[in-house]
């Protein structure tokens, strides 16, 4: 069997998707989206996979848009095969894909409006939103832990990962004319002890793994750490009667901050004050969540039995309307406003930056990676001066940067996800990781196994 890397490869970390062909079936592992600039962009519109309809199924470990974006282009290629997901992720994936969608939409109609006095070709969006409708009618839920048939001679199992709701790691179990195979698909791997999902469970056996590396060069600050450095934050807002601003991704970390609001108001750490969730996307996500709490882990089955969030967050308003969002200007601080994009590039959150960065009692809290170029990363770097729609704002904010929020594990969690699989001595395919990260680990697990991970290239097969 041969399986080659279609994305998340060459130190990228988006894109996700791997090509399993055995001499009885073909099948993909995730289908994401490249993210980030025009050579994300090439790459998305260059063919990936030959003959896509005639594949015999896709699995998904979750449903970020980075390991699901790319889906829609199989429909366009005439897939109408099995997209195999837990039931979690298929109601995630359908939030996601249609808001890409839309995005894709909206992104190509403005391009062509400056398009028109040139005689430039029209600018297609990379699918439809018809596309998109297409192919989420294909997905098939299938429940964790058990054994499932996929394909010719392909049986799989998803076991939790712990990164977001409903995400996995799979093992599938290869039956190749007679020849026996396991391999082992991390998936995005969470980090222990995070709030509401449980942690990440492993697997004892691997004749080849593909692990992500993400984090592979360090760990992150202790949660704990984390909790008390963001209360600490809030108590300066309330005694300053700031505005708390957080800018956050609609799907994980807006829960997560929701859910510890309801906590720091529960054990009084804080007095109750008003909370926005002020993004149609998050709100929705938090119905799909709410929908699962079979996912989540003790603690939180605990806490939510102790008494419904609900009660703790009397003072917490969904802002689905973009005139609800607009009259949070009329509120006085003390406020805390959780709102999209999460690196501060689009989205609601610029507009309570232009309001409020000028004015010293504002507290901005940053709790996601923010990529070089974009708002979120100037302001983290300390800048003075920024330019919002147009508008050039004077940053007197305090701006904290909060490191212990991430959804990914950091290495020492890497590390101790692979163990249970290092006496079977797999092959290592390091993906999902920048070249420093992948190579850190790699060395780790040199050192610590005496394995030689492959760091591969975009395209690279490796044969089993
Ligand atoms: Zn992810």
Request: charged share 20%; aromatic share 6%.
């Amino acid at each position: 069997m041969k399986i080659t890397i279609l994305g998340a490869a060459g130190g990228e970390v988006t894109g996700s998707a791997y090509l399993v062909e055995t001499q009885q079936a073909r099948l993909l592992v995730d289908c994401g989206l490249f993210q980030g600039g025009r050579r994300a962009d090439d790459l998305n519109r260059s063919p990936f996979v030959a003959s896509a309809a005639q594949l015999d199924a896709v699995l998904l470990t979750h449903a970020h848009l980075d390991h699901t974006g790319r889906l829609p282009l199989l429909a366009q290629a005439g897939f109408s095969g099995p997209i195999f997901a837990t039931p979690a992720t298929i109601e995630m994936t359908g939030l996601i894909l249609r808001d890409s969608g839309k995005i894709q939409a909206q992104d190509a109609e403005r391009a062509n409006r400056k398009r028109l006095h040139a005689d430039d070709a029209p600018f297609k969006p990379l699918y439809s939103v018809a596309d998109v409708e297409k192919i989420l009618l294909q997905l098939k839920p299938v429940p964790y832990v058990d054994l499932v048939s996929v394909a010719p001679g392909i049986h799989v199992r998803f076991i939790e990962a712990g990164h977001m709701l409903g995400s996995a790691s799979i093992q599938l179990f290869v039956d190749d004319n007679g020849v026996r195979r396991q391999v082992v698909f991390s998936g995005d791997i969470g980090p222990k002890g995070a709030l509401i999902l449980r942690d990440a469970e492993t697997f004892s056996h691997a004749d080849m793994v593909f692990l992500e590396s993400t984090y592979g060069d360090r760990d992150h600050r202790p949660f704990a750490n984390t909790v008390d450095e963001f209360v600490e934050a809030l108590k300066q807002a309330v005694a300053e009667r700031g505005k708390v601003l957080v800018p956050t991704f609609a799907v994980g970390r807006a829960q997560l901050l929701t859910t510890l609001m309801a906590w720091i108001f529960r054990k009084k750490l804080v007095d109750p004050f008003p909370v926005f969730l002020d993004s149609p996307m998050a709100i929705e996500a938090s119905r799909i969540y709410a929908r699962h709490s079979e996912l989540f882990d003790e603690e939180m089955v605990a806490f939510l039995k102790e008494r419904p969030l609900a009660q703790d967050l009397t003072t917490m308003k969904m802002t689905a309307t973009q005139e609800e969002s607009k009259q949070i200007n009329d509120v006085p601080g003390p406020c805390l406003v959780m709102a999209a994009a999460g690196m501060c590039n689009a989205g609601r959150i610029l507009h309570h930056l232009r309001n409020n960065l000028a004015k010293a009692e504002t507290h901005l809290i940053v709790v996601g990676f923010q990529s070089y170029g974009t708002l979120g990363r100037l302001l983290v770097d300390g800048a003075i001066e920024v330019t919002i729609f147009g508008q050039r704002i004077p940053v007197k904010a305090r701006v904290h940067t909060l490191g212990g929020f991430s959804a990914h594990a950091g290495q020492s969690d890497l590390l101790s996800w692979f163990a249970s699989l290092a006496p079977s001595k797999p092959r290592v395919v390091l993906t999902h990781g920048e070249d420093r990260a992948r190579s850190a680990l790699s060395s780790l697990l040199t050192q610590r196994h005496g394995l030689t991970p492959l760091l591969p290239a975009l395209g690279e097969t490796c044969e089993l």
